[in-house]
Each structure stands twice: as structure tokens, then as C-alpha cells.
């Protein structure tokens, strides 16, 4: 045995990989935290999915492009970025076994929206053209910087592990959740209203977040999501 939860990163394994750095910021952050990284390859298949999951004590959908329109079932809009369908393809059959299993799982920016479509939820395809009078949620602030800040419900699962009202959060994203799945709740939003977080109430630890934490290594606040992640992790 390894003592420690293993946990599940999902990753590009390609040229996206060279601007999400998932061999940094959240092989770090879970060490960090007390478990054990495992980089994921992208699977095809519901048994391979299974295979991998039984491997772990917990998943991270981590950041990166955008999903595919195909796996929104719309029709591509102006302002969409570059898609990976394998990616996409993997990291929803993901989701969707994690949550059939209530394995723990942390979604993070990119893996919010992954996590949200899976879950039966849907997303802006790009948050300028859609939502036309939000903030600018790319900022051109270097990522280990807050770039606005968001507020956090009282009665969410995020307050209880963060005990803030507000706090300040990265943001380099024009993607977003527009609705929000079944048997999820918002958890935090910001000042124009985009979604910032969702959890869903009766699992044991499913989690998403529109910003990075593990771009903001010294936050505190980041830190507490992931010792609270790794915590569920280890009581699997």
C-alpha cells in the first residue's frame, strides 16, 4: 500500500500540455497537499476509464482549451478556441464514471466546464459574444496573481473549506458554466454573474472552480482546497 491517495490528473499529452503545465502546478500542489500524483493518458473506452479509476483515490480535471462543440451538441459559435476531441472525449467518459463511483473530484477551470457537461450542465462556448457586458475573465496579469474577486455561498461545501465571503481568484478563461447540472448548486460567482464554482450536494467531495489554485501556490485559500480534496481523497 502507499499510505498516501493516489490522485488522477488529467492531462493533454501534447503541445497543450506546454501551457497548462499539469507537471508543475498540480503535481505540486497534490504533494503538497499529502498525495501522490499520477498523470493520466487520455482513454477511449468505459472499461479502460474504469481500469484507470480503480487505480486512484481521486480525480483532477485540470485546465487547458476548449471543449469541442460536437460534445455540447451546438453548433460551433464565433470566439471558439482550439479543441482537442480526444481530450474531450476522455475527460468526460471520466467524469461521468468518477461520478457514478463518488470518487472525490476537483475540477479547475477547463475541468469545471468538463465537469459541468458531463454532469448534464452546459456552458458559454465563449463568454465575450454570449454574455456581452461581463468583466474580462482573461486576464493579462501573469496566472500566480488574483485578477478579480468572487463571492463564495455560506452554505456551500467551498465556504466550509475556505471560510471566506469573498476572496480574490486568477482568471484566464472565456469559457464558463451557463447552467448548472442537475443536483449541483453555485458555490461562487463573480460581480457580472458568470459562475465561478459548483458542487454537487450529496457526493463526498465533487468540486469545481472557474480559477486556478494551483497557479497560486502561496494563497492560502488555495491550499485549503486541495488539503481538503486530498482529505476526502484519503477517506475513500
Known sequence: MLGKP????????CSEELKTF????YVESIKKAGGIPFILPPVQGAEEGSNFLGLLDGLILTGGGDISPVYLKEDPRRGIGECIPERDLSEILLTKLALQQNLPL???????????VAAGGRIYQDIPSQHPLAMQHRQTA????????????VESALYRLLRERKIGVNSLHHQA??????GFIHNALASDGIIEG???SEAKFCLGVQWHPESMETDVHSQALFAGFIEACDKK
Not at 499539469?22 to 502546478?25: E, Q
Not at 476537483?106 to 459541468?116: S, Y
Open 142 to 153: 501573469p496566472r500566480q496573481y488574483a485578477w478579480h474577486e468572487v463571492e463564495i455561498s
Open 22 to 25: 499539469p507537471r508543475h502546478y
Open 198 to 200: 459548483i458542487e454537487k
Open 177 to 182: 458554466v451557463s447552467e448548472i447540472p442537475p
Open 6 to 13: 493516489v490522485i488522477g490528473i488529467t492531462a493533454a499529452h
Open 106 to 116: 476537483l475540477g479547475i477551470c477547463r475541468g469545471i466546464q468538463v465537469l459541468a
